[in-house]
């Protein structure tokens, strides 16, 4: 596989903000806020575990995933994948089947019985792990995950995800600092942009979804939530 067949990023985002559209992945409801369980308010909800539902977009998902590690990461620089417990799983399945690369999956916390393991499948000491997530937010989750699998004896210096919030700006500068890079399919922001090409939902939501993008803390305050 070449470089040159590879989609661009642009037309990447593109397609998988319309197929998270079309099976019903992405919410929207300006007018009755969800509370999220932060007990923030949002107008706008992500449910990436519908993919699983659908094989030919998990399957173009899964293409357009292995393309971005390919490009960005290398063809030879990753020696296994990791899944975050318990959505990142079977992406991360799926992704380590594209690349014909081993996976493991990584417990929120050790299982308290038995081995007490946290990791679960074989990792060597000292392979290169990709953790694979179906999206982040504030990357929190990702950085525990990937501590965990430095504490195994792996090397992690990147992470992916189907989908990023890319609304809260110290994001990327968190998981920076934790020597980690985010690589994902698409964003809110992309997904705002196919609505307003394809009349999805009309201009009024998008302006009050654009708000809660540009503040979503504010947002939230405003709207019934923390």
């Known amino acids: 596989m070449s470089f040159n067949s590879f989609p661009d990023k642009k037309l990447i985002a593109s397609l998988s903000a319309k197929m998270l559209i079309e099976i019903g992945a992405i919410n929207f409801r300006p007018s009755d806020p969800y509370i999220l369980t932060s007990g923030k308010a949002s107008p706008v909800y992500i449910d990436c575990r519908k993919i699983i539902s659908y094989p030919r977009v998990r399957s173009a998902l899964m293409d357009f ?90 090397e992690v210096t ?15 500068k968190i998981l920076a600092k934790n020597d980690i890079r985010l690589h994902f399919l698409t964003t809110w922001k992309d997904v705002l942009s196919v609505c307003r090409d394809t009349s999805y939902i009309d201009e009024s939501s998008i302006l009050t979804i654009e708000e809660y993008l540009n503040d979503p803390n504010g947002w939230s305050e405003m709207n019934g939530g923390k």
């Open 65 to 154: 995933g292995a393309s971005v590690v390919l490009r960005d990461i290398g063809f030879e620089s990753i020696d296994a994948i990791a899944g975050g417990e318990t959505a990142g799983i079977p992406f991360a399945a799926w992704l380590s089947e594209r690349l014909s690369l081993p996976m493991q999956y990584v417990r929120k916390k050790p299982k308290g019985f038995g081995k007490d393991a946290q990791i679960e499948g074989h990792i060597t000491e000292g392979s290169k792990v990709l953790l694979v997530e179906d999206l982040t937010t504030d990357g929190g989750s990702k950085i525990k995950f990937c501590n965990a699998l430095r504490e195994a004896g792996a």
């Open 158 to 172: 990147d992470t992916f995800v189907l989908f990023f919030y890319d609304i809260f700006p110290d994001t990327k």
